[in-house]
Nanobody
Framework: VQLQASGGGLAQAGGSLRLSCQASGIIFSINDVGWYRQAPGKRREMVAVITSVGSTTYLDSVKGRFAISRDNAKNTVYLQMNSLKPEDTAVYYC?????????WGQGTQVTVSS
């Protein structure tokens, strides 16, 4: 199983970025997928999750600004990030949670300048 994340980069406060994560080697549609992030010196935290049936959960601090979605035909999960803040700066990891194991992508850096 491989998860390939992309779309990170540098944005100004108030700007937008879109992260993508494509999975291979597993039946994507039946698994929950999501995004976590880890800032320097902090614990990894859940940002957004979307279940196999489309239910979503968000970290309180990103509600109304971030939107998670999935395209099962492309085996891809997206994270649209709007109204970015400097505190959103972190390495973002995608995750696929199967019935037996959690698979992680390699991480993509998001840096938001003030």
């Amino acid at each position: 199983v491989q998860l390939q994340a992309s779309g990170g980069g540098l944005a100004q406060a108030g700007g937008s970025l879109r992260l993508s994560c494509q999975a291979s080697g597993i039946i994507f549609s039946i698994n929950d997928v999501g995004w976590y992030r880890q800032a320097p010196g902090k614990r990894r935290e859940m940002v957004a999750v979307i279940t196999s049936v489309g239910s979503t959960t968000y970290l309180d601090s990103v509600k109304g600004r971030f939107a998670i979605s999935r395209d099962n035909a492309k085996n891809t999960v997206y994270l649209q990030m709007n109204s970015l803040k400097p505190e959103d700066t972190a390495v973002y990891y995608c995750i696929l949670s199967s019935s037996s194991f959690d698979y992680w992508g390699q991480g993509t850096q998001v840096t938001v300048s003030s």
